[in-house]
């Protein structure tokens, strides 16, 4: 019984002396760097948050500014791309869409057999179709660019629509 103790003893100082020095994190466990207080680590962990939050906002200003330039397409107050959502069911259903960097998250409720024209800026969105707290259809991929595409007979630069079934 003694030398079963004795081990307990050994692992018990030999995990305290590993983490000595060491704060746990929402990743694990992390080494502070000798010579750093707590909470310097916390002013830099702020830090690192705000610049990755500027550069969020100069990308998403980039992308504006690209907006605006492109000349084939279409401006509006909201400056964005145009896109088509259409409800071919037989009942109302919300349109939400996602993008996929979960940046932008819009919902839009369609009557049966009603189109809508909105604006979107470019990237990738994911469009789930729903009603009644229910989703309908499978979700879908959807690209938002400038490659101009033709919706019955309407142009546009993305759509997406509820089949009839």
């Given at each position: 019984m003694k030398k079963g103790m004795n081990w307990l003893i050994l692992v018990v100082v030999i995990i305290s002396f590993n983490l000595s020095g060491c704060y746990v994190t929402s990743q694990?466990?992390?080494?502070?760097?000798?010579?750093?207080?707590?909470?310097?680590?916390?002013?830099?962990?702020?830090?690192?948050?705000?610049?990755?939050?500027?550069?969020?906002?100069?990308r998403d200003t980039m992308v504006l500014n690209q907006v605006k330039r492109n000349i084939s397409g279409e401006k509006t107050q909201r400056q964005g791309y145009k896109v088509i959502l259409n409800n071919r069911y037989y009942l109302p259903i919300t349109f939400k869409i996602v993008s996929l960097d979960g940046v932008i998250r819009t919902a839009y409720n369609l009557l049966p057999n009603?189109?809508?024209?909105?604006?979107?800026?470019?990237?990738?969105?994911?469009?789930?179709?729903?009603?009644g707290g229910a989703q309908l259809a499978q979700s879908r991929l959807m690209r938002v660019d400038g490659q101009e595409k033709n919706y019955q007979g309407l142009s546009c630069h993305a759509f997406a629509y509820m089949p009839e079934y």
């Open positions: 694990g466990i992390s080494r502070i760097p000798n010579g750093i207080s707590g909470a310097e680590l916390r002013a830099r962990q702020r830090a690192n948050v705000l610049e990755r939050e500027n550069l969020m906002l100069a009603k189109l809508l024209i909105i604006y979107l800026l470019p990237g990738t969105y994911s469009v789930s179709f729903w009603n």
